[in-house]
């Protein structure tokens, strides 16, 4: 069941769901959902410096992103022209791929899910806010890493404190047996954007090495024999 605008502000005041800082509910709280702003940290990706990214391989990750505060260096990150004294923004071109962070951190209740769904306002310029990771686990604490994208044709400016998506809340059948961070989860407790951690889950490097001179052994093998068999 999705949560009514009643209810978000009422388990919000009760500490039942916990977003720092305090959201202006005037402002973010939605009919059913409550407006998350961009925080000024993100994480980009160097191509450049990496042919290619294996999953199952760390040493591909070694040099895959790199992570920056468009507040913390002028030299690195200048003042746009038509904004001398405001505040500096994140142009993302289009066809470029992103990770950003919500400038909320939040809490969830072990009987509440969250659904990160983008703004209108914002997709009609071509900004998606997550390629694919639109579920909040029950138990969730930290910021949300956002996956974005842009697929329009223009670049856009991304304001930190913008309101850049959407969290809607959803009621459990019942609370969860094992709420997230509970089992060592690689995200828990996130406060940036973090690069992803699939490796974690993907085995070992040393034992990935050794099936692949296995299996390379095996087709040695059997392309020793085929030769073999013609001749």
């Not at 690689?186 to 050794?210: C, F, L, V, W």
Request: hydrophobic share 35%; aromatic share 6%.
């Amino acid at each position: 069941m999705i949560l009514s605008d009643r209810d978000i502000r009422k388990l919000i005041k009760s500490g039942q769901i916990k977003v720092s800082p305090a959201p202006d509910l005037k402002v973010q709280l939605q009919p059913a959902s409550l407006d998350i702003r961009l925080s000024s940290r993100f994480r980009v990706f160097k191509p450049a410096s990496t042919p290619y990214i294996d999953p199952q391989d760390k040493g591909t990750f070694a040099n895959l992103t790199t992570g920056l505060d468009v507040t913390d260096d002028v030299k690195e990150q200048p003042l746009l022209p038509h904004l001398p004294k405001g505040p500096r923004a994140f142009v993302i071109h289009p066809g470029e791929f992103v990770l950003g962070s919500t400038l909320e951190h939040i809490e969830l209740p072990d009987d509440i899910a969250v659904r990160i769904d983008g703004r209108s306002s914002l997709g009609r310029l071509g900004i998606v806010v997550h390629s694919t990771a639109g579920h909040v686990s029950p138990g969730w604490k930290g910021t949300l890493t956002l996956e974005i994208t842009n697929i329009g044709v223009v670049p856009v400016l991304l304001y930190p404190g913008m309101r850049v998506c959407q969290f809607v809340f959803e009621t459990m059948s019942s609370p969860v047996e094992r709420a997230y961070g509970q089992a060592g989860n690689k995200y828990a407790g996130q406060r940036s954007p973090d690069a992803s951690k699939i490796t974690d889950e993907t085995g070992r490097d040393s034992d990935r090495k050794k099936t692949v001179k296995k299996n390379l052994k095996k087709l040695s093998a059997k392309a020793t024999a085929r030769k073999s068999a013609v001749r």
